[in-house]
C-alpha cells in the first residue's frame, strides 16, 4: 500500500471517529433535553399540587370563617322523648354523609318541625316530593330530612344559621342572602319573608305565627326559626352576642328552684314542652326585682305568663312572669334590683312563683338563666 493510500485510510479512520464522537455528543445533548424536559413537567406537577393544595387551604380557612360564629359544644339536645328515641337514627344516616357532628343539631330541628311525632318527624315531604305528606315512614323522613340538610349546607358554604333558615324557607332564601352580602342575618330572614309573603298572602296558606312576625308582616316561613331550633342546644355557642354581664338576685331570699329550664311535661295541659326559664319560689310577700337595667317592653297580663313584664337589655330579653300586680308599665326605663311586681299565681300557674326567661329574641333564642344567676 503506498503512502498516499495509508494516508487516505488514516483519514478515513478519523473522520469515522469524530462522526461517531459527534453523533454521541448529539444523543448526549438529545438525552440531556429529553431529561430536562422530563424534570421540567415534573416540577410544573409539583408547583400545581401545592398550588391546588394552597388554594383548597384558603378555600377552607374561608369556610372556617363562614362557620366560625357558630360552634356546638358537648352534650344533649334538650329534646323530647319521641324525638331522642331517633338519635342512634339520625347519626347513622348522618354517618353516611361524613356529618355525625350535626346530630345534635337535627335532633333540635326535628324537635322544632313534629316534636318527634308523626310518620315525617324531619318534615321532609315538601323538599322530597313537593307536597306534604308523601312521606309516611319515619326512617325516610331521617334519610331524606338528612340528605336535604346536607344539600342546603353544601350550598350555604356551611352557613349554620343560613342552612337552618334555609330547611325552613327553602333554597330560594340561599341565593337571597348570596346576593345581599352572603351571610345569614335575621334582618334578611324577615326581608325575604316580607317579599315572599307580599306575593303569596294572596293564597291564603301562610299565617303569622309569631308577634314579631304580624310586627312586620313578615309571615312566609318562620323568621324566628334558627333562634327556635337552637333553644334546644343549651351547648351552643352563637358567636357575636352581647355578653350578659352580672345580673342581681329577683328575689331578696334565697333562691329556690321549683322548676327547671328544659323540656317537660306541662303541668297544666299535660303534654310535653319546652319550659323556657326557670320557676323560683316565692309568697305572695316576696317583691320581684329587675335583675339587670334596661327598659321595659312589656307589662301586661297574658294567658299563659299571668301578669308579666318583659325588660330589653341592649342585644337581650328577661321576662318575669306569674306576678299578682306590677310595679312598671311599658317604656320605662329601670335599675338593677329595682322592684317590678309581687309575686303571685296568674295565667297559666298551679301556685305561687317567680318564671324567670332569658331570651336572644322578644319571644324566641331562649337561654339558661341558671348559668348566669350562679346557681
Not at 383548597?56 to 329534646?79: H, K, M, R, W, Y
Not at 352576642?241 to 323540656?263: K, Q, T, W
Not at 322592684?339 to 319571644?363: A, F, M
Request: glycine residues 12%; aromatic residues 8%; hydrophobic residues 35%.
Amino acid at each position: 500500500m503506498t503512502t498516499q493510500s495509508r494516508t487516505g485510510e488514516v483519514a478515513k479512520t478519523a473522520a469515522k471517529t469524530a462522526t461517531k464522537h459527534l453523533i454521541k455528543r448529539k444523543f448526549r445533548l438529545a438525552t440531556l433535553k429529553y431529561q430536562l424536559a422530563i424534570a421540567g413537567i415534573l416540577l410544573a406537577i409539583v408547583l400545581i399540587v401545592v398550588l391546588i393544595s394552597g388554594i383548597a387551604a384558603i378555600i377552607g380557612n374561608s369556610n372556617d370563617s363562614a362557620t366560625s360564629e357558630f360552634e356546638l359544644g358537648p352534650g344533649l339536645a334538650q329534646v323530647s322523648p319521641e324525638v331522642a328515641q331517633y338519635r342512634e337514627a339520625v347519626q347513622a344516616e348522618l354517618s353516611q354523609h361524613g356529618l355525625t357532628q350535626y346530630t345534635e343539631l337535627l335532633l333540635a330541628l326535628m324537635m322544632q318541625e313534629s316534636g318527634g311525632r308523626g310518620n315525617d318527624p324531619m318534615q321532609a315531604s315538601e323538599s322530597f316530593c313537593g307536597s306534604i305528606g308523601c312521606i309516611t315512614d319515619p326512617q325516610v323522613s331521617i334519610e331524606k330530612g338528612v340528605l336535604h340538610f346536607k344539600r342546603v349546607l353544601e350550598k350555604a358554604n356551611n352557613d349554620v344559621k343560613l342552612t337552618l333558615q334555609s330547611y325552613n324557607f327553602g333554597g330560594g332564601f340561599i341565593d337571597y342572602v348570596m346576593n345581599n352580602g352572603g351571610s345569614y342575618t335575621k334582618e334578611l330572614a324577615i326581608s325575604f319573608s316580607q317579599m315572599m309573603y307580599e306575593k303569596l298572602a294572596h293564597t291564603g296558606i301562610y299565617k303569622c305565627h309569631r308577634p314579631e312576625a304580624i310586627e312586620h308582616s313578615a309571615c312566609y316561613g318562620d323568621i324566628g326559626y334558627v333562634d327556635a331550633v337552637l333553644r334546644y342546644l343549651p351547648s351552643a355557642i352563637v358567636g357575636g352576642s352581647e355578653s350578659l354581664g352580672d345580673f342581681a338576685s329577683p328575689l331578696s331570699r334565697s333562691l329556690v328552684v321549683n322548676s327547671e329550664f328544659g323540656y317537660r311535661i306541662h303541668p297544666i295541659h299535660k303534654v310535653p314542652k319546652l319550659h323556657a326559664g326557670i320557676d323560683f319560689a316565692c309568697t305572695a310577700a316576696d317583691t320581684i326585682h329587675a335583675i339587670k337595667d334596661g327598659t321595659v317592653v312589656d307589662a301586661k297580663f297574658h294567658s299563659g305568663l299571668g301578669n308579666y313584664v318583659k325588660i330589653q337589655h341592649g342585644g337581650y330579653y328577661t321576662t318575669y312572669g306569674h306576678m299578682s300586680s306590677l310595679n312598671v308599665s311599658a317604656g320605662q326605663t329601670v335599675t338593677k334590683g329595682q322592684g317590678i311586681g309581687y309575686c303571685g299565681s296568674t295565667g297559666g300557674s298551679t301556685g305561687p312563683h317567680l318564671h324567670l326567661e332569658i331570651s336572644t329574641q322578644l319571644w324566641s333564642g331562649h337561654i339558661n338563666p341558671r348559668q348566669y344567676l350562679g346557681l
